[in-house]
């Protein structure tokens, strides 16, 4: 027993405890693996969900991206590109119609009167006016065609109202003069009032359109007085076969404003002319920006093959969407070819810029995963915290509920193990109590010890009764071995007054009483009647018979009958009532005191020992006739032997030659007469106690198994008596 | 020690004994005698392999030999010598068919 908490724990209900407390921490072992397992397999799951879907959400949102600015782009640039054509296209038609006009006025001058012309009119500022600029050193006055050309400014101020495109119009003279319509006559004059000279002839335009004899575009320039960045369209006017100027219109960049809204959208929209240079472009100061003519790159040969294609293949057809690399970065672009002039307007759209909203998109996404996931993870962990507490929850009431259960369980055994050490150490009865009343093993483990109890009480009372009936048998057949023994002559020396012979006798029986019996008794004063005899069997039966064989034997010697006839008279009354066919073996002898003549007869006993005087121990070879009781018939033959004074005749049962050692080896009468010879002059009591200490220490451990019966006569004859006397 | 090998044959019967026929030992051959001789006229001891007889064995020889006197013959044969000292002491040899 083991004192917890107060609380006193059997060795039973401590195992049944541990056993629960086993199975449940087993249980919740094998559910926290699972679980780790689930939740690592969860995590993993959507881990790649969020892959999936961030790689689907990528791809879809490219894709879409990639159609929308398709469809858009493609859409707006060949709208711009048309828009775009109208645009220059109207220019190019009034510079044709201004060049028309010019040749006509010219080449009919002669009938002309010359028309008003002037110099810059300040006042004149903000509305389109004609006004006379010269090439340093040319005096304007003498000049022989502004007269003509001066017819022009009522149709180029009226084209310069009719479009916002146009930022000024002119007609450069051959001469070194030019008349120009504009609405901004003050930058033209310098702080003095005077007009700033003009190199019309040094123009680009002007010089462009005599070198290409025909219509001509100048690349992006600065305006000679603003300083504005425009692109001017000129056209020679040739008069009976005689250049006499050239017409030019600037067309203001800025003012056309599509393309600059363009660049809201976060890509680039640009107009590139047939050499290849970027003229007009929503990009102020990248790839695509534009530059004047003296410095503007010729796109194509920026050392990109793929945009040198693409650039000749605008300016013929509307591209796809393509999608170029540039200095690094990627580009889509579309581009739309503008007929009229054989330029083309290109949209840029870095790539960059599209995958923003994926980028977003994505970022979303992901911050909503990171949320979900954080979300997932506070909650796996309140739902592990859950089940650490349910688990402790559960082991602390299995626990409780294994305690009272086998509390309920080990009690009754606990006071039926109390009751059954009481019982055992006082004898007690085993009493059945309702608390044993459990219905199940408990109750017929109680009702067994019960029974038990009972049989052994009644055990122990039998066993008790037993003993003592064993006790008093064994009394009694101690008292029967002392009658018996009482009933031979035991008190040595038997005849302290005759001493003619001395005799000495013993009797050991195996068991309690034994068959074995000797006897020697006076028949007269002159007749020693000696009997050694040995009855089949042992015990209580043998003894009984032994007494009956003694009485008759005696009976018949002191009716004074020789040996022979004593033996037949005993055997006959022996068989005659003889039940159980138990025999006795006799050697009876008459010893003649006076004369020393031994006459004996042998009804199957064992060789008698004589010693002669001088002699040693020897075995008499007598005649045999059959054991008494055996057959009612039988006859008996008698011997004599005559003794000279110093014999000694040694008389046995088979006890003695056939006492057997451990090994089942005989004792033998070889080893009888050398017992008896190792001192053959020591007196019969002597001689039988050497006997039976050589027997002694030949069986050694093993059991007696017969009766040990020896006697000894020493004859001393009437010389002894006489001389003694 | 006693070891007995009977052989019954309708009237005829053999036991072969070996070892020591004693006080221990002569109640089973006893029993054994009394549960084979029923009708047997013929019974013959082997006694071949005994060692030793005590007089608790000559009893049943006696009983034995007494039981088939009223029916028949018995016979021992192959007597060691020992065994036949034995008999020769106790008168034995006069009522026992000894071969």
């Given at each position: 027993?083991k004192?917890?908490?107060?609380?006193?724990?059997?060795?039973?209900?401590?195992?049944a405890?541990?056993?629960?407390?086993?199975?449940?921490?087993?249980?919740?072992?094998v559910f926290?693996?699972v679980?780790?397992?689930q939740?690592?397999?969860?995590?993993?799951i959507?881990?790649e969900?969020?892959?999936?879907?961030?790689?689907?959400?990528?791809?879809?949102?490219?894709?879409?991206?990639?159609?929308?600015l398709e469809?858009?782009?493609?859409r707006?640039?060949?709208?711009?590109?048309?828009?775009?054509?109208?645009?220059?296209?109207?220019?190019?038609?009034n510079?044709?119609?201004?060049?028309?006009m010019?040749?006509?006025?010219?080449?009919n001058?002669q009938?002309?009167?010359?028309?008003?012309?002037?110099?810059?009119?300040?006042?004149?500022e903000?509305?389109?006016?004609?006004?006379?600029?010269c090439?340093?050193?040319v005096?304007?006055?003498?000049?022989?065609?502004?007269?003509t050309?001066a017819?022009?400014s009522?149709?180029?101020?009226?084209?310069?109202?009719?479009?916002?495109?146009?930022?000024?119009?002119?007609?450069?003279?051959?001469?070194?003069?030019?008349?120009?319509?504009?609405?901004?006559?003050?930058?033209k004059?310098d702080g003095?009032?005077?007009p700033?000279?003009?190199?019309?002839?040094?123009?680009p335009w002007?010089?462009?359109?005599v070198?290409?004899?025909?219509?001509?575009?100048?690349?992006?320039?600065?305006d000679?007085?603003?300083?504005?960045?425009?692109?001017?369209?000129?056209?020679?006017?040739?008069?009976d076969?005689?250049?006499?100027?050239?017409?030019?219109?600037?067309?203001?960049?800025?003012?056309?404003?599509?393309?600059?809204s363009?660049?809201?959208?976060g890509?680039?929209?640009?107009?590139?002319n047939?050499?290849?240079q970027?003229i007009?472009?929503?990009d102020?100061?990248?790839?695509?920006?534009?530059?004047?003519a003296?410095?503007?790159?010729?796109?194509?040969?920026?050392?990109s093959?793929?945009?040198s294609?693409?650039v000749?293949?605008?300016r013929?057809?509307?591209?796809?969407?393509?999608?170029?690399?540039?200095?690094?970065r990627?580009?889509?672009m579309?581009?739309?070819?503008?007929?009229?002039?054989?330029?083309?307007?290109?949209?840029?759209?870095d790539?960059?810029l599209?995958?923003?909203?994926?980028?977003?998109?994505?970022?979303?996404?992901?911050?909503?995963?990171?949320?979900?996931?954080?979300?997932?993870?506070s909650?796996?962990?309140?739902v592990?915290?859950?089940i650490?507490?349910?688990f402790?929850?559960?082991?602390?009431?299995?626990?409780?509920a294994a305690?009272?259960?086998?509390?309920?369980m080990?009690?009754?055994?606990?006071?039926m193990?109390q009751?059954?050490?009481?019982c055992?150490q006082?004898?007690?009865?085993?009493?059945?109590?309702?608390?044993?009343?459990?219905?199940?093993e408990?109750?017929?483990?109680?009702?067994?010890?019960?029974?038990?109890?009972?049989k052994?009480?009644?055990?122990i009372?039998?066993?008790?009764?037993?003993?003592?009936?064993?006790?008093?048998?064994s009394?009694?057949?101690?008292?029967?071995?002392?009658?018996?023994?009482?009933?031979?002559?035991?008190?040595?020396?038997?005849?302290?007054?005759?001493?003619?012979?001395?005799?000495?006798?013993?009797?050991d029986?195996a068991?309690?009483?034994?068959?074995d019996?000797?006897?020697?008794?006076?028949?007269?004063?002159?007749?020693?009647?000696?009997?050694?005899?040995?009855?089949?069997?042992?015990?209580?039966?043998?003894a009984?018979?032994?007494?009956?064989?003694?009485?008759?034997?005696q009976?018949?010697?002191?009716?004074?009958r020789?040996?022979?006839?004593?033996?037949?008279?005993?055997?006959?009354?022996l068989?005659?009532?003889?039940q159980v066919?138990?025999?006795?073996?006799?050697?009876?002898?008459i010893?003649?005191i006076?004369?020393?003549?031994?006459t004996?007869?042998?009804?199957?006993?064992?060789?008698?020992?004589?010693?002669?005087?001088?002699?040693?121990?020897?075995?008499?070879?007598?005649?045999?006739?059959?054991v008494i009781?055996?057959?009612?018939?039988?006859?008996?033959?008698e011997?004599?032997?005559?003794?000279?004074?110093?014999?000694?005749?040694?008389?046995?049962?088979?006890?003695?030659?056939?006492?057997?050692d451990?090994?089942?080896?005989?004792?033998?009468?070889?080893?009888?007469?050398?017992?008896?010879?190792?001192?053959?002059d020591?007196a019969?009591?002597?001689?039988l106690k050497?006997?039976?200490?050589?027997v002694?220490?030949?069986?050694?451990?093993?059991e007696?198994?017969?009766?040990l019966?020896?006697?000894?006569?020493e004859?001393?004859?009437?010389?002894?008596?006489?001389?003694?006397? | 020690?006693?070891?007995?090998?009977?052989?019954?044959?309708?009237e005829?019967?053999?036991?072969?004994?070996?070892?020591?026929?004693?006080?221990?030992?002569a109640?089973?051959?006893?029993?054994?005698l009394a549960?084979?001789l029923?009708?047997?006229?013929?019974l013959?001891?082997?006694?071949?392999k005994?060692?030793?007889?005590?007089?608790?064995g000559?009893?049943?020889?006696?009983s034995?030999?007494?039981s088939m006197?009223?029916?028949?013959?018995?016979?021992?044969?192959?007597?060691g010598?020992t065994?036949?000292?034995?008999?020769?002491v106790?008168?034995?040899t006069?009522?026992?068919?000894?071969e």
């Open positions: 027993m004192k917890v908490l107060g609380i006193t724990f059997g060795r039973l209900q401590r195992r405890v541990g056993l629960v407390l086993l199975v449940l921490v087993l249980t919740v072992a926290a693996v679980s780790a397992y939740s690592r397999m969860l995590v993993k959507v881990g969900t969020r892959d999936e879907q961030q790689s689907a959400i990528s791809q879809t949102s490219e894709a879409t991206m990639q159609q929308m469809a858009t782009l493609i707006t640039t060949s709208l711009q590109a048309n828009v775009a054509d109208n645009d220059f296209a109207e220019v190019v038609n510079v044709y119609m201004l060049q028309a010019a040749q006509g006025l010219f080449e001058r009938g002309l009167l010359p028309e008003a012309f002037r110099l810059p009119d300040p006042s004149m903000g509305t389109p006016s004609a006004m006379v600029l090439e340093a050193g005096d304007y006055t003498q000049s022989e065609y502004l007269g050309a017819h022009l009522v149709p180029m101020i009226a084209m310069h109202r009719i479009s916002d495109k146009i930022d000024g119009l002119y007609i450069g003279l051959a001469d070194g003069t030019d008349l120009c319509v504009d609405e901004k006559p003050r930058i004059l003095n009032g005077e700033i000279p003009f190199p019309v002839r040094e123009r002007y010089k462009g359109a070198e290409a004899g025909g219509l001509y575009f100048t690349g992006i320039m600065k000679a007085f603003s300083g504005k960045l425009v692109v001017t369209c000129s056209a020679p006017v040739v008069a076969g005689e250049l006499v100027g050239v017409v030019g219109i600037d067309i203001v960049l800025e003012s056309m404003a599509d393309f600059q363009a660049a809201a959208n890509g680039a929209v640009f107009i590139v047939d050499k290849g970027v007009i472009s929503s102020q100061t990248g790839l695509f920006a534009a530059a004047e003296n410095v503007a790159r010729d796109l194509r040969k920026l050392g093959e793929e945009l294609q693409f000749d293949r605008a013929s057809e509307t591209t796809d969407l393509e999608l170029l690399t540039l200095d690094g990627e580009y889509y579309v581009g739309s070819p503008m007929p009229t002039v054989g330029w083309a307007v290109v949209s840029a759209v790539k960059e599209t995958q923003q909203p994926e980028r977003r998109l994505l970022g979303e996404y992901d911050k909503i995963n990171v949320d979900a996931s954080e979300q997932f993870r909650g796996a962990a309140r592990g915290t859950t650490v507490l349910m402790a929850a559960m082991l602390i009431l299995g626990a409780l305690l009272l259960a086998t509390r309920r080990v009690r009754p055994i606990e006071e193990t009751n059954v050490i009481t055992g006082t004898g007690g009865l085993f009493q059945m109590k309702d608390s044993y009343r459990t219905n199940d408990i109750e017929v483990l109680a009702e067994s010890f019960a029974d038990l109890s009972k052994t009480k009644r055990y009372e039998n066993i008790t009764e037993i003993t003592r009936e064993k006790e008093r048998v009394t009694e057949l101690h008292m029967a071995n002392q009658i018996q023994s009482s009933m031979l002559p035991h008190i040595f020396p038997a005849y302290p007054d005759r001493h003619e012979f001395d005799i000495y006798a013993s009797m029986p068991k309690e009483v034994g068959g019996f000797y006897d020697f008794f006076l028949i007269d004063d002159d007749h020693l009647c000696l009997v050694m005899a040995d009855v089949s069997g042992k015990g209580v039966p043998a009984l018979f032994m007494m009956i064989s003694k009485t008759i034997l009976s018949c010697a002191m009716l004074g020789s040996p022979a006839e004593i033996l037949r008279k005993t055997n006959e009354a068989c005659s009532n003889n066919e138990m025999f006795v073996t006799v050697w009876v002898g010893l003649e006076s004369t020393g003549k031994l004996a007869a042998n009804a199957g006993h064992e060789y008698p020992v004589i010693k002669r005087p001088g002699g040693r121990f020897e075995l008499i070879k007598d005649r045999h006739g059959l009781g055996a057959m009612d018939s039988a006859n008996y033959k011997y004599e032997l005559q003794l000279e004074p110093g014999t000694k005749l040694f008389l046995y049962t088979d006890g003695v030659p056939e006492a057997t451990a090994s089942n080896a005989l004792f033998g009468t070889q080893r009888m007469l050398e017992a008896l010879n190792g001192a053959p020591t019969p009591e002597q001689l050497n006997v039976r200490k050589a002694d220490s030949f069986v050694q451990e093993a007696q198994f017969d009766d019966t020896m006697m000894c006569l004859y001393r004859g009437k010389d002894v008596q006489t001389n003694e006397n | 020690m006693l070891e007995i090998r009977k052989t019954v044959a309708k005829t019967a053999v036991f072969a004994l070996e070892g020591r026929l004693d006080t221990v030992t109640p089973a051959l006893e029993k054994a549960e084979s029923d009708g047997v006229t013929d013959t001891l082997d006694f071949e005994l060692e030793y007889i005590s007089s608790a000559l009893r049943v020889l006696l034995a030999q007494k006197n009223k029916r028949g013959t018995m016979r021992l044969v192959r007597v010598e065994v036949m000292e034995i008999f020769d106790t008168g034995f006069d009522i026992l068919t000894i």
